[in-house]
């Protein structure tokens, strides 16, 4: 997994930007899975069922916390700074850190898009990402349809490197996806 062979911590205390904070979930996050389930788009590309029950929902959250003991990232709820009320999702997927990667995919529940929350926990996970030792690139890939994923990596410094064609599966069809990327700023001279 790591070049060290085991999972980064948790970070000890919330990664912060803007109007958010990424915490784990709880189970008070189940209206905000529930939300996030009615976007069509979701279901597609994650483990979330589309239009969940509160038992999926819950589910679903409990799967979240697993993310991290199982060894493959980080899940966070996207939580606003003030009132601690969960608005999305946002995972750093380690998989590759033996290769000084990562990948990122987030989420905004439907009634809380508009207001740069995504960009502003993007902005936030970059920063944790980066207290990684190991960790130099960060990956990001979108839809070439998703505007509003776009502006949300650009606005968080994320530069668009090209286009993969027929990259991935989505609902059971092969999609391009731009990617996207961060680069740890190097402190060599």
């Not at 608005?87 to 380690?94: F, V």
């Not at 990402?129 to 349809?145: G, S």
């Not at 505007?147 to 650009?154: F, G, K, M």
């Amino acid at each position: 997994m790591s070049i060290c062979g085991d999972i980064p911590p948790w970070p000890s205390s919330n990664p912060e930007h803007g109007r958010i904070r990424l915490r784990t979930f709880t189970n008070l996050d189940v209206g905000m899975a529930m939300d996030l389930s009615q976007d069509p788009y979701v279901p597609t590309v994650g483990t979330l069922p589309p239009y969940a029950t509160l038992e999926q929902a819950l589910a679903w959250i409990e799967r979240q916390r697993q993310r991290h003991i199982e060894g493959t990232g980080f899940s966070f709820s996207i939580a606003d700074l003030e009132t601690n009320r969960s608005m999305g999702n946002i995972g750093l997927w380690i998989r590759e850190l033996d290769k000084g990667r990562a990948q990122v995919g987030y989420g905004v529940a439907p009634k809380e898009r508009g207001h740069s929350i995504a960009s502003d926990a993007l902005c936030a996970l970059t920063t944790f990402a980066w207290t990684i030792p190991h960790l130099h690139r960060l990956e990001l890939y979108i839809e070439p349809w998703n505007a509003a994923s776009i502006r949300t990596a650009e606005r968080a410094g994320y530069e668009r490197e090209g286009l993969l064609r027929s990259h991935q599966e989505i609902a059971g069809e092969r999609c391009d996806m731009f990617l996207y990327a961060a680069i740890r700023e190097s402190t060599v001279q």
